[in-house]
């Protein structure tokens, strides 16, 4: 292993969901069996450092001023939601299921991990939902205890205008068995139930 090698494996294994042999295979891909696309591959993360931004509006990933979700005239701006991060905005995009708009947080709060109120993406919140347009803030942040912190926190500083606050469900994934799911589980999809029709 030479030097440069190691210190390249050591950058790719900072990544998140990227472990040691996955850093060491990436690395061998690019300088060994592909080393036409290393170029490629530095020019795009460069271009993106460059190009890549925060959307002034939401937080979300834009390279003008606002994305294309704040930008989009089809998208109710009577409704909010509230996610952690990029990665659950994309998420809840993919499923075709709302039609609002977003704004990113950029975490939860954390005391144990020093996440306070001034780390998260808060700023812009608040006066987007006091110039009162909004009818409905959705919550869609994790269900463990720095999320429901996160919800309590807000839910208690939202301007009076916002005649509704809502939390996304919880419960069994789709196909999942009840026989399978652990008790926070079942707990939510109990809690989190409806009237069937």
């Keep these: 292993m030479t030097p440069a090698l190691e210190n390249l494996q050591k950058r790719l294994k900072q990544l998140p969901g990227v472990g040691y ?5 990436i690395a061998l ?5 592909q080393p036409q696309k290393l170029p490629e591959l530095v020019g795009a993360l460069q271009a993106a ?11 979300n990933l834009a390279e003008e001023e606002r994305c294309a979700i704040c930008a989009d005239p089809r998208r109710d701006p009577a409704q909010l939601c509230v996610v952690e991060n990029v990665p659950d905005l994309s998420a809840i995009e993919r499923s075709g299921a709302y039609r609002g708009r977003y704004h990113v947080l950029h975490g939860k709060l954390s005391p144990l991990r020093g996440v306070a109120p001034g780390d998260l993406n808060l700023a812009p919140l608040f006066p987007r939902l006091e110039t009162g347009g909004v009818a ?21 500083r939202l301007p009076q205008s916002v005649a509704r606050v809502t939390r996304i469900g919880f419960g069994l994934p789709s196909g999942g068995g009840v026989l ?8 939510s999809s109990l809690e989190s139930r409806r009237t069937y029709s």
């Excluded at 891909?29 to 069996?33: I, K, S």
């Excluded at 450092?49 to 937080?59: H, N, S, T």
């Excluded at 409905?136 to 208690?156: F, K, P, Q, R, W």
């Design 180 to 187: 399978y799911a652990d008790a926070v589980t079942l707990k």
């Design 29 to 33: 891909h690019l300088l060994v069996e």
């Design 21 to 25: 042999r996955s850093a060491e295979r």
């Design 136 to 156: 409905e803030v959705i919550l869609a942040l994790s269900n463990d205890v720095e999320g429901e912190a996160t919800c309590h926190y807000l839910t208690e």
């Design 49 to 59: 450092a460059q190009a890549v931004r925060r959307c002034q509006v939401c937080g």
